[in-house]
């Protein structure tokens, strides 16, 4: 696998939970597995005893050299292979600082490609290779196109996950040279879209086979409403394209288990989730008398994709409901001071953290009632289901994996795109959570539900296999 983020070594979203957990259920399935991603900055610290598995790999862009060194560690069952080049990966953060994308993204993800194809040649010799997202796109045209020759790569299946359409790599045209590609990939059939470098496009046209992150989302990708401009290109591989939905890893997610939260609890004894409300409003300095409200919980990327607009247009509407609400998350600065707009206008009862903190997240999850999510699209979404396993009631819009995994027994959901709509189904919520048996007939519903990652890992070996032969 090829990807640019994993738990617990670099995380920006989802993609790292997949990353971090599906190669390890494929191991314990019987596959052998290698995970190819970048050495970034946050990993170091984890990556000490890391063995120097190859110095100085040779990669080259074009003319240009790039070597590598690569580091590895065992995690489970699974390789993974960090891709060494402080000054491409040793920065602040991922992809973006201060609001504006790393002007040499392309150079630092053509080279992981690179490298990861030269770890294929050198150092695990794949069946399939299977990359993630615009950042690992790269190697299937590298692969099929240049490197054509060498029969190092003859019999390796390319499998893409698409993990969100809305990323897809775009580049000016004159980035095709410093990436060191064939002019002739500039053409509306491979990587040019409307006159810029397409990186996911490249990786589409390559694959043998595409697979997105719920059954939903597939469908979803080959409309005009979704596509993001691709639609055309998916509909034209519609019989190679898939839908897995993710899993998650619930050693890390259940309120048994979890390291982070105040209690422990389960579907059988729910007791410790109220002391995880209280610690959760402690933790957010909301006056503990807020312990009898329904508690609104988020977690997210501030971004238009997950529907803060709708939260926007109705946040004065939903402050009138008898609620408190508690949010983490950062990105687009309108959002960011929506939050802080309403938390001052409402301090008793509207709280919010502007940042990255992995234990609030988990706080929230466990102490909430209820989860809001109402994305615009939403390939899988993990939230909602890490939510389900807390027994925290998730109120979605009907989209993607968002659709796919919430149903009427587990939650509330909702189609428009209008806040007026989300306001809708956080009312029937709101309902449904004075009458306590029913409220308790939602949350043991959604808490007993399975999303393991077993049967997705089983689907994605029975691909492998299809790809294979
Ligand atoms: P996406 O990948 O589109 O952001 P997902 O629901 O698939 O959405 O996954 C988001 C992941 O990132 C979850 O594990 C969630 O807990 C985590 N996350 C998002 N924002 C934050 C934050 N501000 N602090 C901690 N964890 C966060
Ligand atoms: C993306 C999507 C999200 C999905 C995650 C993991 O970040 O936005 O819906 O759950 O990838 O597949």
């Known amino acids: 696998?090829?990807?640019?983020?994993?738990?617990?070594?670099?995380?920006t979203g989802g993609l790292a939970d997949v990353i971090g957990a599906l190669p390890v259920a494929l191991a314990s399935r019987g596959e052998q597995v290698a995970v190819v991603m970048p050495l970034y900055r946050e990993a170091a610290p984890l990556l000490d005893g890391a063995a120097r598995a190859y110095d100085s790999l040779p990669v080259q862009l074009g003319t240009?050299?790039?070597?590598?060194?690569v580091r590895s560690v065992e995690n489970r069952g699974v390789t993974f292979y960090f891709v060494e080049r402080p000054d491409l990966y040793d920065r602040p953060e991922l992809y973006t600082e201060a609001?504006?994308?790393?002007?040499?993204?392309?150079?630092?993800?053509?080279?992981?490609?690179?490298a990861a194809l030269a770890v294929a040649k050198r150092l695990f010799r794949p069946d399939v290779i299977h990359y993630h997202d615009w950042q690992a796109s790269l190697c299937a045209p590298l692969m099929r196109v240049h490197l054509a020759g060498d029969p190092t790569y003859y019999g390796i299946k390319l499998l893409l996950t698409i993990h969100n359409l809305g990323y897809q790599g775009l580049f000016p045209a004159s980035s095709l040279t410093d990436l060191g590609l064939d002019r002739n990939l500039f053409h509306p059939g491979a990587l040019e879209f409307h006159g810029s470098v397409n990186l996911l496009k490249g990786g589409i046209v390559y694959a043998d086979a595409i697979n997105t992150v719920s059954r939903k989302y597939a469908e979803e990708i080959q409309t005009h409403e979704y596509g993001f401009g691709l639609e055309g290109l998916l509909q034209s591989r519609s019989?190679?394209?898939?839908?897995?939905?993710?899993?998650?890893?619930?050693?890390?997610?259940?309120?048994?288990?979890?390291?982070?939260?105040?209690?422990?609890?389960?579907?059988?004894?729910?007791?410790?989730?109220?002391?995880?409300?209280?610690?959760?409003?402690?933790?957010?300095?909301?006056?503990?008398?807020?312990?009898?409200?329904?508690?609104?919980?988020?977690?997210?990327?501030?971004?238009?994709?997950?529907?803060?607009?709708?939260?926007?247009?109705?946040?004065?509407?939903l402050v009138r409901e008898d609620v408190a609400i508690v949010a983490i998350g950062s990105g687009e600065s309108r959002y960011e001071q929506m939050f802080r707009d309403l938390a001052a206008a409402h301090p008793d009862r509207v709280a919010i953290r502007i940042g990255y903190s992995n234990?609030?997240?988990?706080?929230?999850?466990?102490?909430?009632?209820?989860f809001l999510m109402p994305s615009r699209y939403e390939p899988c979404g993990l939230n909602q289901i890490y939510s389900l396993r807390f027994g925290t009631v998730p109120v979605v819009r009907a989209t993607g994996g968002l659709d796919d995994t919430i149903d009427e027994s587990t939650g509330f959901k909702f189609e428009e795109c209008s806040g007026t709509a989300l306001l809708t189904a956080i009312r029937a919520a709101l309902v449904a959570f004075r009458d306590r048996t029913r409220w308790l007939s939602i949350i043991q519903a959604g808490m007993n539900k399975d999303f393991s990652w077993n049967a997705s890992a089983a689907a994605y070996s029975a691909l492998y296999r299809q790809l294979g032969g």
């Not at 240009?64 to 060194?69: G, L």
């Not at 609001?99 to 690179?114: E, M, Q, T």
């Not at 982070?260 to 008398?289: M, N, Q, V, W």
């Open 64 to 69: 240009a050299p790039w070597n590598v060194n």
């Open 99 to 114: 609001g504006a994308d790393y002007p040499d993204n392309h150079i630092r993800y053509g080279v992981l490609c690179h």
């Open 239 to 317: 019989a190679d394209l898939h839908g897995i939905v993710n899993g998650v890893d619930y050693s890390e997610w259940s309120p048994e288990c979890d390291r982070y939260i105040a209690h422990h609890y389960s579907a059988e004894d729910l007791s410790g989730k109220r002391e995880c409300k209280a610690d959760l409003l402690r933790t957010f300095g909301l006056p503990a008398d807020n312990v009898g409200r329904p508690l609104i919980g988020m977690v997210s990327r501030f971004v238009s994709q997950k529907g803060f607009d709708w939260i926007e247009e109705i946040a004065g509407e």
């Open 1 to 11: 696998m090829v990807a640019s983020e994993a738990t617990p070594y670099a995380k």
């Open 359 to 370: 234990e609030i997240a988990h706080k929230i999850e466990a102490g909430s009632d209820i």
